[in-house]
Nanobody, 117 residues
C-alpha cells in the first residue's frame, strides 16, 4: 500500500517560514520523481516544485528564490522549505510521487498552509 504522508503545515505571518515534509512508503522511492503541488481557494492544483530521482529541481516562477525542495532517498522523504511567505502562498499543499519508469502517480492527503497576520 502506497502512502504519502505530509506534515509541517500551519499558520504563519507574512515573511515567515515553514518546512513541509512528506514521508513515502510502499514505493521504491529512488524510482520516483517527487513534487509539491498546491491548491488555493477556488483555484486549480498547480505544481510548486519538483525534484527528479537524481536531484534535478524545477520551481514555479512565483516561488523561485523563496522555496527549496530536496529529497532524502535513504529515509524516503521529500521536503519543501518555504521562506519569505506571502498571503498568496496560502493553499493546501500536496505531495506527489511520479514513477519515472512506471508512470504511476500517487498523492498525499494534503496539508494546509495559511499565511496571515
Amino acid at each position: 500500500q502506497v502512502q504519502l504522508v505530509e506534515s509541517g503545515g500551519g499558520l504563519v505571518q507574512p515573511g515567515g517560514s515553514l518546512r513541509l515534509s512528506c514521508a513515502a512508503s510502499g514505493i521504491i522511492f529512488s524510482d520516483y520523481a517527487m513534487a509539491w503541488y498546491r491548491q488555493g481557494p477556488a483555484k486549480q492544483r498547480d505544481m510548486v516544485a519538483s525534484i527528479t530521482s537524481h536531484g534535478g529541481t524545477v520551481y514555479v516562477d512565483s516561488v523561485k528564490g523563496r522555496f527549496t525542495i530536496w529529497r532524502d532517498n535513504i529515509t524516503s522523504t521529500v521536503n519543501l522549505e518555504m521562506n519569505s511567505l506571502k498571503p498568496e502562498d496560502t493553499a493546501v499543499y500536496y505531495c506527489n510521487a511520479y514513477g519515472t519508469w512506471s508512470h504511476n502517480t500517487y498523492w498525499g492527503q494534503g496539508t494546509q498552509v495559511t499565511i496571515s497576520s
